[in-house]
């Protein structure tokens, strides 16, 4: 109980956390440009949605699949930034790491991708059959 008095850090206000994390995503945003990308397809995704009047079931879908590409992104330049900290140095395992990392993002957004067609191929060619 001491000790933790001892070294207790002062709480700040919640909203200050809100604002530190609206400056780490404001801050990513416009240094990495694959950050960007997915908020561009995120766009087009969230337009496309409301011309082809996706179902509420698949605005669920969309959404989590936006904020896990996107969290995955953050965590990823996150991860990155650490490495370049703690070994600014060539490194293989710190290459590795980075590299990993990317990877992840990858694989969600590949994915995201096939579930995004899933939802909007039939839809797309429901509408080029009208034509």
């Known amino acids: 109980m001491i000790f933790r008095k001892k070294f207790k850090k002062k ?3 919640l909203w200050k956390s809100f604002q530190y994390a609206l400056e780490g995503l404001s801050c990513c945003l416009s240094s990495e440009r694959n950050l960007g990308i997915h908020f561009f397809v995120m766009t087009l995704v969230i337009i496309g949605g409301f ?5 509420i079931a698949e605005w669920i879908i969309c959404l989590i ?3 896990a590409v996107i969290s995955a992104e953050l965590m990823n330049t996150a991860i990155e930034t650490t490495v370049d900290i703690c070994s600014p140095e060539i490194n ?3 290459k590795l790491a980075k590299d990993t990392a990317a990877a992840a993002v ?10 995004g067609l899933f939802i909007f191929v039939p839809r797309i060619y429901e509408f080029l059959e009208r034509l």
Not at 51 to 55: A, M, R
Not at 106 to 115: D, G, M, Y
Request: hydrophobic residues 55%; charged residues 10%.
């Open 65 to 67: 699949l936006f904020s």
């Open 51 to 55: 011309l082809f009047q996706i179902t």
């Open 11 to 13: 709480e700040e206000p």
């Open 92 to 94: 293989p395992k710190a």
């Open 106 to 115: 990858l694989v969600l957004a590949f994915t995201s991708c096939v579930i």
